[in-house]
């Protein structure tokens, strides 16, 4: 899904491009049009959260994990993804269900006269990227006690 993502971003450049190039070219526009970089950019961002999760490229803003070693920083990934990621996930998938259910029950659509009339679609995104979240979390916490187990084997000293 990670690798979609990033197309949908190359996606949007062009349809940007072409945006700024009718408006101001040719005086021509499309609320659709422009609203489709719109979705392309949350589709892009929702289904890329579990992937960096997945790669490890999300933001670390704690200047002692740097420093740790691997066996502390699996401890250390544990304990968040214990605590913080999986409740939090879990709770963003079941909070969310009655507000996309409410616009699947409608069809939301767009606001906007001759908009997309997908809102409810992009709404969905909300619980799909909590359980991709949330199954990515549950692969972390296998990998670190992995990594956890693997380290103390290793510092044993052996018979």
């Known amino acids: 899904m990670g690798h979609a993502a990033a197309w949908l971003i190359a996606m949007m450049a062009v349809i940007t491009f072409a945006i700024v190039l009718f408006r101001y070219g040719f005086n021509l526009g499309a609320i659709a049009v422009q609203e489709s970089v719109l979705y392309l950019h949350a589709i892009a961002f929702m289904l890329g959260i579990p992937y960096a999760l997945k790669t490890d490229q999300h933001v670390r803003v704690d200047v002692i994990y740097g420093r740790l070693s691997a066996r502390r920083k699996a401890r250390v990934n544990l304990l968040g993804h214990c605590l913080f990621l999986l409740p ?3 709770s963003l998938f079941w909070l969310s269900l009655p507000y996309v259910g409410a616009s699947w029950r409608i069809l939301e659509g767009s606001a906007e006269v001759g908009g997309i009339p997908g809102i409810f679609l992009l709404k969905t995104l909300i619980p799909v990227t909590s ?7 549950l692969a972390g916490v296998a990998r670190t006690v992995g990594i956890i187990r ?3 084997a290793s510092s044993e000293p052996s018979p």
């Open 88 to 90: 939090v996930s879990a």
């Open 131 to 137: 359980a991709l979240l949330f199954v990515q979390g």
């Open 150 to 152: 693997s380290t103390a």
